[in-house]
């Protein structure tokens, strides 16, 4: 296995994609977004490769993290390949403390939690994101902080007609009748276009596409903390205008603002928890894959 043969793995997940969009299906995708969620600690290109090799993985680890974690990969189980990067110590002239450069990047094996078993015998549970059904409780307001942090005003006020909310640069608007999950959902919309969509990010990206990409950003985190999402799939398929870059550019934008606002919201433990079940030998926090 060289990293040209996962490169071409990239390349034929993407295009899978696009095969499905261009036939008018918006499952994969959806699908995708979900595991943008659930991986949110990868690259683009790491993610379309545990989707497309494996669309049932949950929780990934390399083979020594598993065993770390009191598991094992079973005998004949087929690792997902993935690129991982490879680091160098700079100088400590050059650094700061701690500081790695990428140099390059190897190719890796990772194995999901069902190819595993436990070695003592005794299963334990990996911890979900969160459980709720429709309730985003303290996520609603490690979400609020997030937006204080960034500087952005949030008010809950009465909004014309069928308006949910509105971003005007600084500051978001929220309808005050919503539901909690409605709210936490527009609220994550509204945060998408503050942080993507005004100046000079809003450049060359189409009104239609904005939106989408706002959606896709509120399915996802929406997603990761356990609401339920009711978006229509098919406005996803506005995503794809016939141009494999223009997809790809969304889906990073996509993937870049979701993984912001999930690492905001997850409690500390959480955090430390996925930081360790998600990441396999080496750091993949840099990976750009």
């Known amino acids: 296995m060289t990293t040209e043969h996962i490169g071409k793995l990239i390349s034929q997940a993407t295009d899978k994609l ?14 995708y ?10 690259s683009l290109g790491n993610v379309l490769l545990i989707w497309s090799q494996c669309p049932t993985a949950t929780h990934v680890a390399g083979f020594c993290t598993w065993r770390q974690l009191g598991r094992q990969v079973r005998r004949g189980e087929h690792g997902i390949r993935i690129l991982a990067p490879v680091l160098r110590r700079l100088p400590a002239e ?3 403390a701690d500081e790695d450069k990428v140099v390059a990047f190897r190719p890796a094996y990772i194995f999901d939690v069902m190819q595993t078993s436990s070695i003592d015998g005794h299963d334990r549970t990996f911890p979900e994101f969160a459980t709720v059904k429709g309730e985003p409780r303290v996520y609603r307001d490690r979400l609020h902080g997030f937006l204080r942090a960034r500087g ?19 500051k978001i608007v929220v309808r005050d009748d919503l539901t909690p999950a409605e709210q936490f959902s527009t609220t994550v919309h509204e945060a998408a276009h503050e942080l993507l969509h005004h100046g000079e990010e809003a450049n060359g990206v189409a009104k239609a596409t904005r939106e989408v990409e706002a959606e896709s950003i509120s399915f996802v985190v929406s ?19 016939g141009k494999k870059e223009t997809l790809l550019a969304s889906l990073e934008r996509i993937r870049s603002v979701a993984g912001e606002i999930i690492e905001a919201i997850l409690d500390d433990a959480d955090a430390d928890e996925g930081s ?6 080496g750091s993949l926090a840099a990976a750009t894959a």
Do not use: H, W
Request: with cysteine; glycine share 10%.
């Open 18 to 31: 696009i095969t499905e969009l261009e036939a008018g299906k918006s499952e994969q995708l959806r699908a």
């Open 33 to 42: 977004l979900a595991a943008i969620g659930r991986f949110y600690r990868y």
């Open 94 to 96: 050059n650094r700061e």
């Open 152 to 170: 952005i005003t949030l008010v809950f006020s009465r909004l014309p007609g069928m308006v949910q909310g509105m971003s005007v640069g600084g």
């Open 223 to 241: 997603q990761v903390i356990g609401l339920d999402c009711n978006t229509a799939a098919a406005d996803y398929i506005k995503l794809y205008d």
């Open 276 to 281: 360790r079940q998600f990441t396999p030998e």
